[in-house]
Nanobody, 122 residues
Framework: QVQLAESGGGSVQAGGSLRLSCTAS????????MGWFRQRPGNDREAVAG????????YYAASVKGRFTISLDSAKNTVYLQMDSLKPEDTNMYYC???????????????WGQGTQVTVSS
């Protein structure tokens, strides 16, 4: 059974930084996309940042490019999201997502973490 254990998140003032981490267990697929989505109540879940374990290709949403950095420790099966220069509009529930076998990561064909709240105050 695949499990994604998230940590990090919390509250910070605008301009501040936070780091999220997510460790996958029970997941034998060594080449996969992992990363983060975010969602506000009533809105669709959107991909924020992802990384492919096969060649470290990354994806960033335009709204976070240049401010967020995703990285992967393959030995630990852990993905990190460093969030700098945070803005109030980054306030969201953030979900760790690991690609299901044959799934399309950005389309949401993923295993999901339970979510962690990020709140940025102005």
């Amino acid at each position: 059974q695949v499990q994604l254990a998230e940590s990090g998140g919390g509250s910070v003032q605008a301009g501040g930084s936070l780091r999220l981490s997510c460790t996958a267990s029970g997941y034998s697929n060594t080449k996969k996309w992992m990363g983060w989505f975010r969602q506000r109540p009533g809105n669709d879940r959107e991909a924020v940042a992802g990384i492919y374990s096969g060649d470290s290709t990354t994806y960033y949403a335009a709204s976070v490019k240049g401010r967020f950095t995703i990285s992967l420790d393959s030995a630990k099966n852990t993905v990190y999201l460093q969030m700098d220069s945070l803005k109030p509009e980054d306030t969201n529930m953030y979900y760790c997502a690991a690609q299901r076998p044959l799934g399309v990561w950005r389309a949401g064909d993923n295993y999901w973490g339970q979510g962690t709240q990020v709140t940025v105050s102005s």
